[in-house]
């Protein structure tokens, strides 16, 4: 693939004063790709001085440690944090399973709460200046009996940035995602084109149908990397968009 060439503040409570700019991350489906655009934002905000924190609410497949369940995705976004945090308030919801979240949490006798993933998410603000959110799976994930990953992004109410996986299918994911993210009355500031199908016909017919058809910015395409740094990922994204 060719390489192409907004933010609202943390709604707190009053006793919390501070405010932190960020983006939520979210995906056209699972395995696109989300984490590694994430570790990119991060590093190419950090590179223009900026203090950067990231969480990830909610992650399944957990292994077991010293410090109790943890996530591999959730560590890497936590050694990619400007400030030394807790991993709890990084990643407040781990599942052992590799399983959809919220049966996961049935499983464990649990309940995720949006309330608490938003309490957690103020402690990252109050020691960065921008903090990302990367979402679990796809736009529309349950994380309990009545609500799904978008009420977490709801209440957050940070601009979305959308990781379209480029494979077979990924127009379909990726309009449908955008029509949710603006249903739900949110707004999309950029998308990135992540190609995880190196072997995608028409790669390019692909990227211009929906550079023609999202009215946002594409903020970076990613060729297929089969073992992808941090740093060369950062290099492709466009932030002036975004900032």
Same mark, same amino acid.
């Given at each position: 693939m060719k390489l192409f060439t907004g933010t609202h503040g943390c709604r707190l409570s009053k006793a919390e004063v501070f405010v932190s700019k960020g983006f939520f991350i979210t995906g056209t489906d699972t395995g696109v790709g989300k984490t590694e655009i994430t570790l990119a934002l991060m590093k190419g905000l950090q590179d223009k001085g900026h203090r950067v924190n990231a969480m990830k609410p909610i992650a399944t497949g957990g292994k077991k440690s010293s410090q109790g369940l943890v996530n591999d995705d959730a560590l890497r976004l936590r050694s990619q944090s400007s400030s030394d945090i807790e991993y709890k308030y990084i990643n407040p919801y781990i599942y052992e399973p590799a399983i959809a979240p919220h049966i996961a949490a049935q499983c464990a006798g649990d309940t995720i709460e949006v309330g608490r993933v938003k309490e957690n998410?103020?402690?990252?603000?109050?020691?960065?200046?921008?903090?990302?959110?990367? %979402?679990?799976?796809?736009?529309?994930?349950?994380?309990?009996?009545?609500?799904?990953?978008?009420?977490?992004?709801?209440?957050?109410?940070?601009?979305?940035?959308?990781?379209? %996986?480029?494979?077979?299918?990924?127009? #379909?994911?990726?309009?449908?995602?955008?029509?949710?993210?603006?249903?739900?009355?949110?707004?999309?500031? %950029?998308?990135?084109?992540?190609?995880?199908?190196? #072997?995608?016909?028409?790669?390019q017919e692909n990227y211009t149908a929906l550079k023609e058809r999202l009215d946002c910015p594409c903020i970076g395409a990613v060729p297929y990397i089969n073992q992808p740094k941090t740093e060369d990922i950062a290099m492709l994204l466009k932030l002036e968009q975004l900032l």
């Open positions: 998410f103020g402690k990252l603000c109050s020691s960065s200046d921008y903090t990302l959110v990367e %979402g679990i799976g796809g736009w529309h994930v349950p994380i309990n009996k009545h609500q799904s990953t978008v009420d977490i992004a709801k209440q957050i109410n940070l601009p979305i940035i959308m990781v379209v %996986g480029f494979r077979l299918g990924c127009l #379909n994911h990726a309009l449908l995602t955008y029509q949710a993210i603006k249903l739900a009355r949110l707004r999309c500031v %950029g998308w990135v084109a992540n190609t995880i199908d190196p #072997n995608l016909e028409c790669m």
